[in-house]
């Protein structure tokens, strides 16, 4: 067994993986990782936290539920030094946080004291932010409000969506970690507390993605941010319908021409790279796709096989 602090890690997905085996690459010793109960040890879009603490040989557990007695019991007894968290689903409770003996930490995409709580990334995006950021931040009893430990903010790109902006979440946050890890472990790391004045929070249900229709009659400015709030594939894709016919929004990207004289969701013109849609004012021009696939269908084929013409209308 490696020497060193005693670490417990709990969390999900390729952030927890690569934090993961940058510790096991400075020698670090894992004590145990508690992993989501519905990793099945394979990876798919996200790296699979099972697989690798098998590899590893690193004793992974994997309850329906962290707060309960028996693991307030176990996390007692194993009296970690550092409890890190990276993408776990549940909150954590008091008696998990006050086992860690030095510090219990967890990385939270979004740039604290913002976007505290559910969904920040597709909220960032709802609310046409121009950049966004991880935190790691000290576990409290309270939801994301512990001392800030270290924060990185990159910019929000016009073609990002919610899948592109968590990728980029993913990659700065292992960024952040390492480069972050040393002042941690040695406890010299600088707390800041949150401003209370800066805070922003969305609880649990403040979105239902299954409500994923596109509702023209908007803003163009409104409807391309919750479309771009929409795309994350393999889950889903805004939808509209067209003539009846459900169709999904691949890529959408904005037209800066006036419209004049359309009704929302009229079609203003086809071509090879999407359909030209008006909003309650502005349009948008969207790529089309019949599949919740990141790939984007030859635009002409769809048009031909839904007959997509100027003037129909997009609902």
């Known amino acids: 067994m490696a020497e060193g602090p005693k670490i417990a890690v709990i969390g999900n997905g390729t952030i927890a993986v690569e934090c993961c085996r940058h510790l096991l690459g400075q020698g670090e010793n894992i004590a145990f990782i508690i992993g989501d109960h519905k990793d099945d040890g394979t990876d798919g879009w996200q790296k699979s936290l099972k697989k690798f603490a098998q590899a590893n040989g690193i004793s992974f557990h994997q309850p329906e539920g962290i707060n309960e007695q028996k693991w307030y019991d176990f ?10 968290s990276f993408q776990y689903r549940f909150i954590i409770k008091r008696p998990i946080i006050e086992s860690a003996k030095k510090l219990a930490a ?22 046409g932010e121009k950049t966004f950021g991880v935190t790691i931040h000290a576990i409290d009893p309270g939801v994301d409000s512990g001392d800030i430990l270290a924060q990185k903010l990159f910019p929000i790109e016009e073609e990002d969506t919610a899948k592109t902006l968590y990728l980029k979440a993913v990659k700065n946050g292992v960024e952040l970690f390492s480069e972050s890890w040393p002042s941690l472990r040695s406890m010299t790391v600088t707390r800041k507390t949150q401003d209370a004045k800066k805070v922003l ?24 941010n919750f479309i771009r709030a929409f795309i994350f594939v393999p889950f889903q894709l805004p939808t509209t319908h067209y003539e009846g016919k459900l169709l999904r929004v691949v890529k959408v990207q904005r037209k800066e021409e006036t419209v004049v004289n359309a009704t929302p969701g009229e079609v203003l013109g086809v071509s090879d790279v999407g359909v030209q849609v008006a909003c309650g ?12 696939s990141e790939e984007v269908p030859a635009q002409l084929r769809i048009i031909e096989k839904f007959s997509i013409r100027k003037g129909g209308k997009f609902s």
Do not use: C
């Not at 996390?75 to 890190?84: G, R, V």
């Not at 349009?283 to 019949?290: C, F, I, M």
């Open 75 to 84: 996390f007692a007894e194993q009296a970690p030094d550092f409890l890190l």
């Open 281 to 292: 004012t502005g349009s948008l021009e969207v790529a089309l796709s019949e599949e919740v």
């Open 201 to 224: 929070y969305y609880p649990a249900g403040s979105i239902d993605f299954s409500k994923n229709g596109i509702d023209w009659s908007k803003p163009a400015d409104e409807v391309f």
């Open 106 to 127: 967890n990385i939270h995409f979004a740039p604290l004291p913002r976007y505290r709580g559910m969904y920040p990334i597709a909220w960032a995006l709802l609310n």
